[in-house]
Structure formats: C-alpha cells, structure tokens
C-alpha cells in the first residue's frame, strides 16, 4: 500500500521535521519496503498505489520487479477490500497487504503471514498504536473492513471481533509498530542503531536518512498546554537542578511548580547466552538501603543513549554488550521530575573491566529470569526502571 512521494502530503505527523526531510523520509521507506517485499519468496509482490495518475512514478520505483494496481474506493476500508477483490479476479489465491510505515519490519513476519493463509482465513498484524500493518485474506470478505473507526486505537480490536462474528478462522502476527509521529521515529533511530546492517531485511536507505536527521532522539514530544509566566533557578549540580515555574493553567488560574530537572538517563538488562539476567546490587542512599537492580546511570553530555548504555554495563557489571536493542522509555515521575529513562536489552555480552564509580560498592549477580520475575512480584526488587524493563522483556518474549 503505497501514497505517491509529494512535497507537504506526506508524513505529516511528524511535526519536528521539515516538509522536505519528510518526504526524503518517506521515500526511504518506500524503496526498503518495496525491496522488502520484492524479495518475498513464493509471493507475487505488487504495489497497490494512490492516486490514480501515480502508475509512473511508481514504474520508475519499481522498476520491473512487481506489479501495479491502483487503489479504488472512497475510505481505506473500501481500498482494501477492492484490492483484495481485484488480486483476486487476477488468480491470485489470497492477497497479504501491507503497509510503507515500517520499514525495519522483519521480513519473517511477511513470511509468516504469507504461510499461514494456508490454514487461516484472515491474517492480522497488530500495530501498537491499536491499529495493524498487515492484513491478508485468503479471498475476499467485506467484514473485516465495514464500519471501521479507521486511524483509531480501536482498529484491531474491532476487525478481530468483525472476524470472529464472520466465523472466520484468525491468525494474529508478532506485534510491530509504524513510523508516524516523533516517539516512533526516535524509537526507530534507536532500534535501527542497534541492529547490524548485515541484518536480512535491514533498511539501508532509511537507517542512512534516519542517521542524518536531528530531532529524533531526545524527549518525547510535548504539547504546551499551559503557559509559563516566569521560572527561576532555585538550585543546581553537576547532576540536577530545580525550577520553580509560576503557570497559568487558563481560565485565569495560576499555580506554582517545582520542577527537578535531569538530563536523560538509561538501563540496560543484560541478558547472558544461557538466558539469566545480570544484575547488580547497591546501597541506595536516597532509599536507605541495598537494591537489586538492572544497571543504570545518567547519560552525559555529548553521548549518544547507546554510548551511555555501554558505558553504564561496563562500569557497573564488567560486560560490554555486542548487540542493543531499545525496549522501552519512561517518564521516571512524569509529575515533579523532567527526565526520560530510556531501557535497552543487552545481548552477546563480552567481558570488559568494570569501573564503578568511587562512591559505588556493587555486587554482581545473574539470576534466571523467572526469578527476577518473582522478585518483581514479591516486592524484593522495587526499582522503577528495573521492574519496568523486566516487564517490558517479559512481554517482549511473548
């Protein structure tokens, strides 16, 4: 499923971009998808393009390599139901459509979809944002597309309940997520940074479009709601400051906020090859006593997440990871303190020299991962970042 590249028509969300960088984003994951789905094995690939007069432009792209069918219809419910319909009347015997906003999707789970239309009568693959980036059908029915809230979170779960109400047989793809506001495009920058280009299926037009752009890693977006009249330093460290703000929260209301300022920080759970966790072990001062926790540290100025990362395993545990891979990002207390905490998985660890801090005695554990779990559940492990990325691992595993 294809829009043809235009100047201000494309990418729009992603507001902390120039309408150029844009559409040289979008183009990237153009070609990569269509490279990606050119290379499908046992597929005829096509590119199902919008509008009607972009059958040059997509020739050129394509360049022999698929086929092209234009979309009809009025919502995208009646586009992928034609599509689907109009394959079909082409002898194909079922049709997986797919979307341009993911391009690091791995390529197995276009596989997979394609397989399991053998068995199943409709594939989904859910998107994270409620919706999916992937539909197929083993022949063409309405009912999975009549009456959608379309760009809602309510996407998925209403075309699974439209399909079991049909009595049709359903088969749910690994989650995956698209590329459409700032939050996603900086999770992009961070996943693509941490996967070998070697990789099958590896986005190499957009990791190179994506290296060059600047807002993409940092805080999330933020909506200015609430005006701020006037803010002074009531204090500062290398380490932290605080603020306090006079804001006028409208309709002629104003309060005071107290805001501690940090730059961002990370964690990483390292995860070794037999599958245990390593973890260490601290005296927290501000807490009072030892905790066991994922290694974590601030990222200083200048370092990229990942160099932090690195630097934050190595100091702590005495490994250095061979492959990162973002899990998952939180505001640490969304209320009185302005910091991101961004959590990586640690794969291929390699043995380094630890080098804790002078004012840091660390124990060095691993445990199994279902222990860490129960630790979680018994209250022994109470780290917010640590029992947020053991979580978040848990459910990454399924």
Request: aromatic share 6%; net charge negative.
């Given at each position: 499923m294809a829009k043809e590249p235009a100047l201000h028509g494309v990418k729009t969300r992603l507001i902390d971009l120039s309408p150029e960088d844009r559409l040289e984003l979008y183009r990237a994951f153009?070609?990569?998808?269509?490279?990606?789905?050119?290379?499908?094995?046992?597929?005829?690939?096509?590119?199902?393009?919008?509008?009607?007069?972009?059958?040059?432009?997509?020739?050129?792209?394509?360049?022999?390599?698929?086929?092209?069918?234009?979309?009809?219809?009025?919502?995208?419910?009646?586009?992928?139901?034609?599509?689907?319909?109009?394959?079909?009347?082409?002898?194909?015997?079922?049709?997986?459509?797919?979307?341009?906003?993911?391009?690091?999707?791995?390529?197995?789970?276009?596989?997979?979809?394609?397989?399991?239309?053998?068995?199943?009568d409709v594939v989904l693959g859910p998107a994270w944002d409620g919706g999916y980036f992937l539909i197929g059908l083993r022949e063409p029915r309405s009912e999975p597309f009549a009456g959608m809230p379309w760009s809602t979170s309510a996407v998925l779960s209403r075309t699974v309940a439209a399909v079991e109400a049909a009595g049709l047989s359903l088969h749910l793809l690994p989650s995956w997520y698209d590329v459409d506001t700032p939050a996603d495009l900086e999770r992009l920058a961070l996943d693509l940074a941490a996967t070998p280009p070697a990789r099958p299926g590896f986005p190499h037009r957009t990791a190179k479009v994506v290296a060059a752009l600047r807002p993409v890693r940092g805080r999330p977006p933020r909506q200015e709601l609430w005006r701020t009249l006037s803010s002074r330093r009531v204090y500062g460290n290398p380490w932290i400051g605080v603020e306090e703000n006079v804001v006028d929260v409208g309709g002629g209301r104003l309060t005071l906020y107290g805001i501690v300022v940090c730059s961002g920080c990370v964690g990483v759970v390292p995860i070794l090859p037999d599958g245990r966790v390593v973890m260490v072990r601290q005296f927290r001062y501000v807490a009072r006593r030892h905790t066991w926790e994922i290694p974590t540290g601030g990222a200083h100025d200048g370092e990229t997440l990942e160099e932090a990362a690195q630097r934050e395993l190595r100091e702590e545990t005495g490994f250095r990871a061979g492959r990162l891979r973002h899990l998952h990002s939180i505001h640490t207390?969304?209320?009185?303190?302005?910091?991101?905490?961004?959590?990586?998985?640690?794969?291929?660890?390699?043995?380094?020299?630890?080098?804790?801090?002078?004012?840091?005695?660390?124990?060095?554990?691993?445990?199994?991962?279902?222990?860490?779990?129960?630790?979680?559940?018994?209250?022994?492990?109470?780290?917010?970042?640590?029992?947020?990325?053991?979580?978040?691992?848990?459910?990454?595993?399924?």
């Amino acid at each position: 499923m294809a829009k043809e590249p235009a100047l201000h028509g494309v990418k729009t969300r992603l507001i902390d971009l120039s309408p150029e960088d844009r559409l040289e984003l979008y183009r990237a994951f153009l070609a990569d998808k269509i490279d990606q789905v050119c290379g499908l094995a046992g597929a005829s690939p096509f590119v199902a393009y919008t509008p009607a007069g972009a059958e040059a432009t997509f020739a050129r792209m394509v360049g022999g390599r698929a086929g092209l069918v234009a979309q009809r219809g009025g919502d995208l419910g009646e586009r992928l139901y034609n599509l689907t319909r109009d394959l079909g009347e082409r002898g194909h015997g079922g049709v997986v459509l797919v979307d341009s906003d993911t391009p690091n999707l791995p390529p197995e789970f276009l596989a997979e979809g394609i397989a399991a239309l053998a068995t199943a009568d409709v594939v989904l693959g859910p998107a994270w944002d409620g919706g999916y980036f992937l539909i197929g059908l083993r022949e063409p029915r309405s009912e999975p597309f009549a009456g959608m809230p379309w760009s809602t979170s309510a996407v998925l779960s209403r075309t699974v309940a439209a399909v079991e109400a049909a009595g049709l047989s359903l088969h749910l793809l690994p989650s995956w997520y698209d590329v459409d506001t700032p939050a996603d495009l900086e999770r992009l920058a961070l996943d693509l940074a941490a996967t070998p280009p070697a990789r099958p299926g590896f986005p190499h037009r957009t990791a190179k479009v994506v290296a060059a752009l600047r807002p993409v890693r940092g805080r999330p977006p933020r909506q200015e709601l609430w005006r701020t009249l006037s803010s002074r330093r009531v204090y500062g460290n290398p380490w932290i400051g605080v603020e306090e703000n006079v804001v006028d929260v409208g309709g002629g209301r104003l309060t005071l906020y107290g805001i501690v300022v940090c730059s961002g920080c990370v964690g990483v759970v390292p995860i070794l090859p037999d599958g245990r966790v390593v973890m260490v072990r601290q005296f927290r001062y501000v807490a009072r006593r030892h905790t066991w926790e994922i290694p974590t540290g601030g990222a200083h100025d200048g370092e990229t997440l990942e160099e932090a990362a690195q630097r934050e395993l190595r100091e702590e545990t005495g490994f250095r990871a061979g492959r990162l891979r973002h899990l998952h990002s939180i505001h640490t207390s969304k209320s009185v303190v302005d910091e991101v905490a961004h959590i990586f998985v640690g794969e291929d660890l390699q043995e380094a020299a630890a080098r804790p801090d002078d004012t840091e005695e660390i124990e060095v554990r691993p445990f199994p991962f279902e222990t860490l779990l129960e630790m979680v559940r018994s209250g022994e492990i109470v780290d917010g970042m640590s029992v947020v990325g053991l979580l978040a691992l848990a459910s990454d595993k399924g």
